[in-house]
């Protein structure tokens, strides 16, 4: 393997861009470690030479005949879906935007089985962000929200300054200083192991908890009893700091009531900024998430979920699982994970990785930033270039996309 420097990792939306990578029996080893991104880059280089470039009906078809059939599909659904975007780049979630506007196509990017949209928080409340550098210099007091960075994102403490970047990842408090972590979580996580603070109580209770911080935080008494010295513990740890993040993701804003639980996060932070300041940083659970939602709200105006049926934009709110109302009949799924669908759904898969065997269309791409170049944009919107330290010839998403937009539009 021919050394290409420093690259970007995209094993996780952390998007690290100081990884050295060398091989290491049938994988890669990364430098700085990381365990999730050597798994990343490894499952990416070992593709046989043999994969078919595409199939059709899980048979080897070309690229050209595989295209074909899926423009087919595609000129002729009634209700098409298009989500994924797990690994994609800013440039395939460009093509894919554009192909979507083209076809009047839904627009899902957890894909129709995944958390259900809700009343999106952002849309509606905006929200208090900051880069991860600033969190690192000013923020005193970071809560960790119900998630586990140490496994999902593995060098979020490291890129916050609560841990080095050694080996044995141990502390250094010199650079942590008297800086809190605190971590809401029930369970015993690696990354509650390293809190300063713990706060438990169960995942179902935490909008109860947020609206009685906030009522807290407004001088109302708060009536849950046996959260109040918990939450009065933590409000007082954020009121003698100027500065403090809030990290959450998935286990606070997916499922049911998901939404409903960002926005009383949202509006929390929103209180608190009134005399400090706090910020928020979610962490999404793919690489191309954060891309693919900027993508979104650029081209269409909101981030999230996104109907263009209508011949205009309009943002997809519900209060249950999409799956069982959209009567799709065509997807495509972008460098993702295909979701289970409903039956007699026709599926396209463009993506790096294998796609399931009953797919009707699965054309094979280049991954981004291991086979191909590409920009992604880091969970906290920071813009980064995908190198390709094992190059290969495959297509891009971005070019087959737009090469079937070309064929759809002959
Ligand atoms: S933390 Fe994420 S982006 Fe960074 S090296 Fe590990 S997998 Fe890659």
């Known amino acids: 393997m021919p050394d290409p420097g420093p690259v970007t990792c995209a094993g996780c939306a952390l998007l690290c861009d100081d990884v050295t990578i060398e091989p290491s029996g049938d994988g890669v080893r990364l430098e700085p470690p990381c365990p999730l991104g050597a798994q990343w880059f490894s499952e990416r280089a070992r593709r046989p030479a043999s994969a078919p470039a595409a199939t059709i009906r899980g048979q080897a078809a070309g690229v050209e005949a595989a295209l074909n059939r899926a423009a087919e599909l595609l000129r002729g659904a009634r209700r098409p879906l298009i989500y994924g975007f797990d690994g994609a780049t800013v440039e395939d979630a460009r093509a894919a935007v554009a192909l979507a506007d083209r076809l009047g196509a839904l627009v899902v990017p957890g894909g129709l089985a995944g958390a259900w949209p809700g009343a999106p928080a952002l849309p509606l409340r905006g929200a208090s962000s900051a880069t991860l550098g600033e969190i690192r210099d000013r923020s005193q007091v970071v809560v960790i929200w ?83 010295d918990a939450l009065g513990g933590l409000l007082e740890r954020l009121g003698e700091v100027p500065h403090a993040a809030f990290v959450y993701g998935p286990a606070l804003s997916s499922g049911a009531g998901g939404q409903r639980r960002a926005l009383a996060l949202h509006e929390l ?141 002959r």
């Open 146 to 228: 119900r998630e586990d960075p140490l496994t999902s994102h593995p060098r979020l403490l490291e890129r916050l300054g609560f841990v080095d970047g050694s080996a044995d990842g141990s502390p250094r408090r010199a650079w942590r200083g008297t800086r809190t972590l605190v971590v809401l979580d029930d369970r015993d996580t690696a990354t509650a192991a390293r809190a300063d603070l713990r706060l438990r109580w169960a995942r179902e209770r935490d909008l109860e908890a947020l609206t009685c911080l906030r009522a807290m935080q407004r001088g109302v008494a708060a009536r849950s009893s046996d959260l109040g």
């Open 269 to 409: 932070v929103r209180a608190l900024c009134g005399d400090r300041h706090v910020v928020t940083l979610a962490l999404p659970s793919a690489a191309g998430a954060t891309g693919a939602e900027d993508v979104l709200t650029w081209q269409t105006g909101y981030c999230g979920s996104v109907d263009l049926a209508g011949g205009h934009p309009e943002l997809v709110t519900a209060t249950r699982p999409l799956m069982a109302d959209e009567g799709v009949d065509v997807s495509l799924c972008i460098e993702g994970g295909l979701s289970p669908a409903p039956a007699g759904v026709a599926e396209i898969a463009l993506g790096s990785l294998p796609a399931r065997g009953d797919a009707e269309v699965s054309i094979h791409t280049a991954a981004a930033g291991v086979e191909a170049t590409g920009t992604a944009h880091r969970l906290d919107g920071v813009p980064l270039a995908l190198q390709a330290p094992l190059a290969r010839d495959a297509p891009s998403a971005a070019a087959l996309l737009a090469r079937l937009l070309a064929e759809i539009e």
